[in-house]
């Protein structure tokens, strides 16, 4: 016989709308520069940034958001509480 799964706990959500409008700011101020500042650099005669800039994007950019959506996954919050919870069980003992 299975027991039933304990409920889950309420999601967090935004309590205003101006956390709303700041995250979706946030959102959209990196995704114009992911995007946007590469293709002005190649119209201008920068090609040859577009390399270095992948290659970082590949090896840094999507790893760290990636890591950045599982601790915000993991700790159901936004980024500063997940951070916070996350460093929560870090901290150095303090000496007298």
Not at 27 to 37: E, P
């Amino acid at each position: 016989m299975t027991t039933p799964a304990p409920p889950a706990p309420p999601r967090e959500q935004f309590t205003g709308q101006v956390g709303f409008i700041l995250s979706a700011i946030g959102s959209a101020v990196g995704l114009g520069n992911i995007w946007r500042f590469p293709g002005v650099a190649y119209e201008n005669g920068g090609g040859a940034f577009l390399v270095p800039y992948l290659v970082a994007l590949i090896t840094a950019g999507i790893p760290i958001l990636l890591l950045d959506y599982a601790i915000g996954h993991r700790y159901r919050g936004s980024a500063p509480a997940a951070l916070r919870r996350l460093s929560a069980g870090s901290r150095w003992p303090c000496r007298s």
